[in-house]
């Protein structure tokens, strides 16, 4: 909802407050729950560290698999440590 500008220094932290309310509710609710997103398919890690192990580059492994290169990054990574 839009307020006049003016009225946005009282209305702004009454939603901000809302939305934290809802936020720390739906915490308490999943509490003991995964909230994160799923692991990738173990085919797809076993392709990931397979290919990084032939020294294929981590933006052409995420081209072949379909994959973020990011999430292909993470999953470099955390082979090699």
């Known amino acids: 909802m839009r307020w006049p500008h003016w ?3 009282f209305c702004d932290p009454i939603e ?10 739906g915490m308490a609710r999943a509490q003991g ?23 294929v580059s981590v ?3 995420s ?3 379909g994959i973020a290169c990011g999430t292909v990054y993470n999953y470099v ?4 440590s």
């Open 7 to 9: 009225l946005n220094r």
């Open 16 to 25: 901000s407050s809302l939305i934290s309310q809802r936020v720390r509710a």
């Open 33 to 55: 729950e995964l909230i994160s997103r799923p692991c990738l398919a173990g085919a797809k890690q076993k392709a990931i560290y397979e290919l990084s192990e032939q020294g």
């Open 59 to 61: 933006n052409q492994i």
């Open 63 to 65: 081209k072949r698999l």
């Open 77 to 80: 990574q955390k082979r090699k």
